[in-house]
């Protein structure tokens, strides 16, 4: 996973996409800072869906039961009124 390979964890890239966003939205870049901008907030995304991606998969080998199946079921459980 390239994030943490720089030592960058999946908050801190996310931290810097949002920073990448808010610099390109207020105008003030020249062409080519919102270039090099774009490009880097583009390689920040890769790698956020590729951790996120790598997550998923360690979620199903976790949730997987012994004959290699994946149990399914609710991330997030329903409150009871």
Sequence with gaps: M???KRGINFEQSLKQLETLVES???GNLNLDESLKSFEKGIKITRDC???LSDAEQRVRILTSDSDGDVQTADF???EKE
Aim: cysteine-free.
């Design 76 to 78: 997030f459980a329903e």
């Design 49 to 51: 869906q590729s951790a």
């Design 24 to 26: 390109l939205e207020t």
């Design 2 to 4: 390239a994030t943490r």
